[in-house]
C-alpha cells in the first residue's frame, strides 16, 4: 500500500508491528502502557517511548494512539529503505500525527538524521504531522505520570469531580482549590 492510501480506518484493528518482549538483562525498558485515551494497552520499546506515550495520553485533544502503525518501504537515493514509526496519534480535530522517539544525544547523528528525515518527507506530503521526540522536562512528565493514574473512570466519584470544577475560582492558588472539596474534614496530622 502507498502511503497515500493510508486512511485512519486503516489502523482501526491493527496490532504493533513488532513484538514487544521484555527479559532479564535487556538494556532498554519494554512494556505495556494502560491508556485511558484507548482503553487499552499501547507498547513501547524504551523509557523514552513511555515518557512520550504519557503527555500523549494525557492530551485531551488526542483521540487514539498507535503504537508502531506501519512498516515504511522507499527508495531513498539509490538504495531501498524500511521504518516502522514509534507512534500514530489521532487528534479530535482529525489531526494525525506520526510520531518517532530518539534520545537527543542520537539526534546530532548524520545517520539517525537522514533515518529520520525520509519518513518524515512521506508523512508530510500525505498531509500528516510528523514529531521527533526526544524528551520534556522532568517535572512536567513527573507530574503527568502522577495525574494520569486519576484518569481512569471511578478513582474518583465523577459527582466529586464536577462538584470540585463547580467550586474552582479563576486566579486562585492550586492549593486552595484543592483543599476546598475537603470542607471541614480534617487535615492529616502533621
Partial sequence: MLVGQLRLADFAESAPWRDVRSAHGMTHYSGKYSSATTGGHVVHESRLELARLLPADFDPAARGIFAQPCRLAARVGDRVRHHVPDFLLVMCSGTVRVVNVKPAGLLQDPEIVEALAWPGELFGQ???????????????LENVRFLAAYRRPGVVPEAEVEQAWEQVVDGEEPALAERRPAGDRPRCPP
Avoid at 500525505?126 to 512536567?140: N, Q
Fill in 126 to 140: 500525505h498531509g500528516w504531522e510528523y514529531e521527533i521526540w526526544s524528551g520534556a522536562e522532568r517535572v512536567l
